[in-house]
């Protein structure tokens, strides 16, 4: 089955501790795309990537980083220097620039810093 | 800029229909969505529509586009409480590079 994988579906990071959330697809898609969901608020982009080795900030790009070597993975890492980073993380993907047909959605990561 | 807006909550009792509202800004959108999320889980796109149709029927599902207005709606036939969920709205223009998304309706079932 094709499709979007996101992994850990919970993850517990402490004060000062870079975490890399993953995200995978097998679907052939160009466009891949991490947003941020807070509870009871829309989704927020962090960042998003059209091609392999090319990434563009989105609007809330401060305290995250990301690198996309390969086509199928886009995996985030929420740095220290993120002073709120918990929330729900989902990664998207899309099967052409134009996101003409939209997006295919991971099932999140929860992030929690304890 | 691009915006889209959508109303945070919407009650109905089952086997109601239940409209979801959306407006957004970009007149030159050219794809609008509609996703529907449960909770803990991803967005699923349930549906979309080109802008140069007035509606779209999918089963339960009709979305109507005002142009015009800038206005596009969600309406569920006989809603079932497998219907609780967040919907959201979203538009794309072609070419931007992202799609944008409204902050969702939380729609609740009534016995």
């Known amino acids: 089955d094709g499709g979007i994988t996101q992994s850990p579906k919970y993850l517990f990071r402490k004060e000062g501790q870079n975490v890399t959330l993953s995200c995978e697809q097998n679907?052939?898609?160009?466009?891949m795309y991490w947003y941020r969901q807070d509870p009871g608020q829309g989704l927020r982009l962090i960042y998003y990537?059209?091609?392999?080795?090319?990434?563009q900030k989105g609007d809330i790009a401060e305290g995250y980083s990301v690198s996309r070597e390969k086509k199928e993975s886009f995996p985030l890492t929420v740095t220290s220097a993120q002073k709120n980073p918990t929330a729900f993380y989902l990664c998207?993907?899309?099967?052409?620039?134009?996101?003409?047909?939209?997006?295919?959605f991971g099932s999140g990561t929860r992030l929690t810093v304890v | 800029g691009e915006d889209v807006e959508q109303s945070l909550f919407l009650s109905v009792r089952e086997g109601d229909s239940s409209v979801i509202n959306c407006t957004y800004t970009?007149?030159?959108?050219?794809?609008l969505y509609w996703y529907k999320q449960e909770p803990g889980a991803g967005l699923q796109l349930l549906t979309y529509?080109?802008?140069?149709?007035d509606m779209k029927q999918d089963q339960r599902l009709t979305v109507l586009l005002n142009k015009k207005d800038k206005h596009l709606s969600l309406r569920i036939a006989d809603t079932q409480t497998g219907d609780s969920a967040i919907y959201f709205c979203?538009?794309?223009?072609?070419?931007?590079?992202?799609?944008?998304f409204g902050s969702g309706t939380r729609l609740s079932i009534r016995p």
């Open positions: 529509i080109f802008s140069n149709m």
């Open positions: 998207a993907s899309s099967n052409d620039r134009d996101s003409s047909y939209g997006y295919t």
């Open positions: 970009d007149s030159s959108s050219t794809y």
């Open positions: 990537s059209q091609i392999v080795n090319d990434f």
């Open positions: 679907l052939n898609h160009d466009a």
């Open positions: 979203a538009e794309n223009n072609g070419s931007a590079s992202k799609i944008i």
